[in-house]
């Protein structure tokens, strides 16, 4: 069975700081995809940056990367030069035989 | 980037009611759409996979007689809330598979029902 684990329920950050939320994973799938998300308080999910398991490269979309390491079954999000703006629930999801979502971290920017 | 519309935004219904959502990929062929709950602050609960031209696929304790799925064709799938009860006040939210990439997966912008 597939499992995401998100383990900081909440995270702070000053405004242009980077933060990394983290994101662990578990499954016996050989070729998966893992995801993040963010959903601000409007309730929609932006797609924010994807990594396949065989990528041998971290992705990167902007101030957006992706902190793969595959031993460890870690997937975790950093956020440099963080904005106001980037307050929202964030949720590390991975896509095998079903997309399967962790339970989100609330992050909060301050000025 | 490709375009997922989900309708309606909102909805206040009557207990008893049926209510339809309907998720349409705009600039793109879903072979696949999924259907999600989620409570508030909590995560995603995927409700149903809903495959074109096929049956969905329910997740286990999701009762497929009171959330009828529709995927009539390659940019539409709808979700029926058939009636509602209180207890079914949520915010639904669809995904859809680009069918070129297969990869990506992108969101509706959600449906906030309230059954009173």
């Known amino acids: 069975a597939q499992k995401i684990t998100q383990t900081q329920p909440g995270m702070f950050v000053q405004e242009k700081e980077a933060v990394t939320l983290d994101c662990t994973y578990d499954t016996s799938d050989q070729s998966y995809g893992l995801f993040w998300y963010k959903q601000p308080s409007s309730g929609e999910m932006i797609f924010l940056i994807y990594?396949?398991?065989?990528?041998?490269q971290n992705a990167t979309e902007g101030r957006y990367s992706l902190n793969f390491q595959k031993a460890r079954k870690s997937a975790n999000l950093v956020i440099s030069a963080s904005q106001l703006g980037d307050s929202a629930m964030y949720f590390c999801?991975?896509?095998?035989?079903?997309?399967?979502f962790g339970a989100g971290t609330i992050l909060r920017v301050k000025s | 980037g490709a375009v997922v519309s989900q309708h309606p935004s909102r909805v206040i219904c009557k207990s008893g009611t049926s209510v339809k959502i309907e998720c349409r990929s705009l600039d793109f062929q879903a072979t696949t759409m999924f259907w999600y709950r989620q409570f508030p602050k909590q995560s995603l609960m995927l409700m149903a996979t809903s495959n074109e031209g096929s049956k969905a696929t329910y997740e286990q304790g999701v009762e497929k007689d009171k959330f009828l799925i529709n995927h009539a064709s390659l940019t539409l799938s709808t979700l029926t809330v058939t009636s509602a009860h209180p207890e079914d006040s949520s915010f639904y939210i669809c995904s859809a598979k680009d069918r070129v990439t297969n990869e990506k997966l992108f969101f509706g912008s959600g449906t906030q029902l309230s059954v009173l």
């Open positions: 999801a991975m896509d095998g035989n079903k997309l399967v």
């Open positions: 990594q396949g398991s065989y990528d041998e």
